[in-house]
């Protein structure tokens, strides 16, 4: 149980076009959904928090232009990644808590921008 | 602000070689204290949590213990299969979000 699956696992874009990640939790109902980035070689970094049908909370640092997240559902959340750079590119992580506590994370998207 | 820090960054062992993973600890009320594993370019699976000082948990070859400043993940007999980063995350009495460490990184060697 507590399965958390996130698409794509690995994707590749070009400078200026936008990518959508998802992060489902596939068979709890996630209150909040995190959303981190990791570079090489470091820990998670938070970039974001989303409750279901309400803004997210971004961290201070992370523009959220750019870094767009949409909570639509008690299983789903998406983050955006708009007009990537290859700045941009990095591992990027979700985590879902559950409502009973605790949290389950997905297996990450490694992006690229070309 | 919470932190958390973790120590060593780097860890080499001998297959069988028992060592101790520390996780140092600042915040305002524990909440739960977690312990995770992460293997490369996978994200990080759930290893422990702890809640209060004295508790001490124990899975297959992993035994983590808690005190109010430090947690420690103790590696009793590694294997190469134990290789992985290991990641240590406060979460403090108000709110819902983690604060990781900058993790260990575990090489067990045949």
């Known amino acids: 149980g507590a399965v958390v699956s996130q698409h794509p696992s690995r994707v590749i874009c070009k400078s200026g076009t936008s990518v959508k990640i998802e992060c489902r939790s596939l068979?709890?109902?996630?209150?909040?959904m995190f959303w981190y980035r990791q570079f090489p070689k470091q820990s998670l970094m938070l970039m974001a928090t989303s409750n279901e049908g309400s803004k997210a909370t971004y961290e201070q640092g992370v523009e959220k232009d750019k870094f767009l997240i949409n909570h639509a559902s008690l299983t789903l959340s998406t983050l955006t990644v708009t007009s990537a750079h290859p700045e941009d590119s990095s591992f990027y992580i979700c985590?879902?808590?559950?409502?009973?506590?605790?949290?389950?994370f997905g297996s990450g998207t490694r992006l690229t921008v070309v | 602000e919470d932190q958390v820090t973790q120590s060593p960054e780097a860890l080499r062992l001998q297959e069988g070689e028992s060592s101790s993973l520390n996780c140092s600890y600042t915040v305002s009320g524990l909440r739960g204290l977690f312990w995770y594993r992460q293997d490369p370019g996978k994200g990080p699976e759930f290893l422990f949590t702890?809640?209060?000082a004295g508790e001490e948990k124990e899975k297959e070859r992993l035994k983590a213990t808690l005190t109010k400043k430090e947690s420690f993940l103790h590696i009793t007999a590694p294997k190469p299969e134990d290789s992985a980063t290991y990641l240590c995350a406060v979460q403090a009495a108000a709110g819902n979000k983690l604060t990781f460490g900058g993790g260990t990184r575990v090489l067990v060697k045949p």
């Open positions: 985590s879902a808590n559950r409502i009973l506590g605790g949290y389950t």
């Open positions: 702890l809640y209060s």
């Open positions: 068979d709890f109902q996630a209150t909040t």
